[in-house]
């Protein structure tokens, strides 16, 4: 079994920053790609990042405001988010490609956080 754990979501006045953390733990031989997504009410679900061992890549909205980053020792993945925007309201997922112990290849996907920018 293989889970997401997700944190580091609240409310922030436009202007301000968050940081999202998101821990996978459980049966895992391998994290390969981590990213984040948002869905926002009413809309569909968006890629806002993502990291892999060949770079990063970024929605073109959050592009200069946000940064992923990792930690491969805790397959842990971070974003920071600044410069937020009423419009980045939305509930943030972690999503994770991961190889199990069983050499299993699957993506797991967090709970989900709830980020509110409103003044």
């Known amino acids: 079994q293989v889970q997401l754990v997700e944190s580091g979501g609240g409310l922030v006045q436009p202007g301000g920053s968050l940081r999202l953390s998101c821990a996978a733990s459980?049966?895992?031989?391998?994290?390969?790609?981590m990213g984040w997504y948002r869905q926002a009410p009413g809309k569909q679900r968006e890629l806002v990042a993502d990291?892999?061992?060949?770079?990063?890549n970024y929605a073109d909205s959050v592009k200069g405001r946000f940064t992923i980053s990792r930690d491969n020792a805790k397959d842990t993945v971070y974003l920071q988010m600044n410069t937020l925007k009423p419009e980045d309201t939305a509930v943030y997922y972690c999503h994770a490609n991961i190889i199990d112990h069983r050499r299993s290849f699957q993506g797991y996907w967090g709970q989900g956080t709830l980020v509110t920018v409103s003044s």
């Open positions: 990291i892999t061992d060949g770079g990063t």
């Open positions: 459980g049966s895992i031989y391998r994290t390969r790609a």
